[in-house]
């Protein structure tokens, strides 16, 4: 009995110890990708990770009868997110792993790339939105390639609009709505075919989204590699797309010693250009934003009471807007008290990147007489700065 007892024992020694090997081996927690795939037995089940160098694979499975399947990610201790994908065939199935929680996915082996249920992960549903868009303009473009009542030139055109429409809803509805979140990086990325709907490199407009999700992630994520190439495609598009002049031709030298700032204007909501140096006789708060920030309204209550606080005593907020749609902008800022103005270019003018505005927001005090006299980095407390500059 002893030695039933004994080699029992040895037995669940042994076990534990493969468990915490195998544990030491894996690096940390992992998250269960399961689920089943209705009608698809005996096709092949591929998890594929979506890395920065492209597509690599990471396990399959042989489906049975009932479709079930079970695989198993690393998920990061930081929650930083990783993107994958289920495949069988030409069908796809796209998620991200931004937590701990397991995810279990459900579809008819006919529709799996339409009809699939995703649970576990608020962000793989909002991406499964931005797919289903993807498919409905794939669809779109082939039904406008096979329509022989128009010209090859009107295609063209018809195509570069139906393109457009569809980048404008990844812009409203998922990159300016939460340019932190895993959906907006991966409406970034989206494709039709091999190729990117972003264009990064040479889109002045298009750059900015990716700053816009640059700058978000690399407060949340970092040290990720994936921020560093957000950052990355970002700054190289802004080169690409700078003019071929150098910024200092555009400053006056004279409006700069009579004002101790570089002076810039941009237009309000009305259209009406509205220049840093109008305000010689007050206490000046520049603020470089956007609205579309997560933590904007926050911001916006915090600049409220600031200006209710001291504007009567001298203090003008000047918010310069660098958001990637003017229409938002415009939404967001009609019932704000002080000087707001928009700048088209976001951080690729030359202005603001001579202010070296690198995250959002920035701020900057400008004493009497437009004398510069800190940035944000500098300021410990902001209202005991404005007091003594009042």
Sequence with gaps: MRGVIAMAL????????????????????????????????D???????????????????????????????????????????????????????????????????????????????????????????????????????????????????????????????LKADYILQDPASSAAYFALFQTIGSQMLFNPEDDRSDIQFFAAVATQWDLLYPRSPR???LKNIAIRGLRNTRPPRTVELQIDDDKIRETGIIDFGFPDIRGRERRLSDFPDNVVLLDFTAYSLPQSQQRIMELRELYADYHARGLEIYQVSLDGDEHFWKTMSEQLPWVCVYCAEGIANDMVQLYSVQALPTYFLIGRGCELQARGEQIPDLRQAIEKAL
């Design 10 to 41: 040895i037995v669940l020694l042994v076990c534990w110890l493969f468990l915490s090997m195998v544990s030491c081996t894996d690096g940390g927690p992992r998250v269960a990708v399961q689920g089943s795939i209705q009608g698809a037995a």
């Design 43 to 169: 096709s092949t089940l591929v998890l594929e990770a979506m890395t920065l160098g492209g597509v690599e694979p990471v396990d399959s499975v042989r489906l049975q009868s009932d479709g079930t399947f079970a695989f198993s990610v690393p998920a990061d201790s930081a929650s930083i997110p990783e993107f994958y994908r289920l495949r069988i065939g030409t069908q796809v199935i796209n998620f991200v792993v931004d937590s701990i929680a397991d995810i279990t996915v459900e579809a008819p082996y006919a529709r799996m790339a339409i009809d699939y249920d995703i649970q576990g992960s608020a962000a793989s549903r909002i991406m499964k939105s931005i797919s289903l868009l993807n498919i409905q303009l794939q669809q779109q473009l082939t039904a406008l390639g096979a329509d022989a009542s128009l010209s090859a030139l009107e295609k063209q055109e018809r195509a570069l609009q139906l393109v457009e429409r569809y980048k404008h809803r």
């Design 227 to 229: 921020t560093e190439n």
